[in-house]
């Protein structure tokens, strides 16, 4: 069974940042892509960004240019950075790895930005 670790979530104003970090459980890290997700009270679980096991990134149009997905190998570990941060970012933030045909879920993590 892989577990995702995630952390780094918290409380901040409008205008500052944070870095999410997700480590999963396995070495197949290396192989997967990885992506965070975001869900806010009463909305779908939307995708924010992701990162393929090549370093190719995609993120969704309300965070580009504020946010960056990258991955470390040596540690086993996809982060978020979160820059600019803005009330409708507030959310509780999801680490997914996509291996073969299975897709696991970290537990979340709450990020709430305050105007």
């Known amino acids: 069974q892989v577990q995702l670790v995630e952390s780094g979530g918290g409380l901040v104003q409008s205008g500052e940042s944070l870095r999410l970090s997700c480590a999963p459980s396995?070495?197949?890290?290396?192989?997967?892509?990885m992506s965070w997700y975001r869900q806010a009270p009463g909305n779908e679980r939307e995708l924010v960004a992701g990162?393929?096991?090549?370093?190719?990134?995609t993120y969704a149009d309300s965070v580009k240019g504020r946010f960056t997905i990258s991955r470390d190998s040596s540690v086993n570990t996809v982060y978020l950075q979160m820059n600019s941060l803005k009330p409708e970012d507030t959310a509780t933030y999801y680490c997914?790895?996509?291996?073969?045909?299975?897709?696991?879920w970290g537990q979340g993590t709450q990020v709430t930005v305050s105007s």
């Open positions: 396995k070495s197949i890290f290396r192989y997967a892509a």
């Open positions: 990162i393929s096991s090549g370093g190719t990134t």
């Open positions: 997914k790895m996509d291996w073969g045909r299975t897709a696991y």
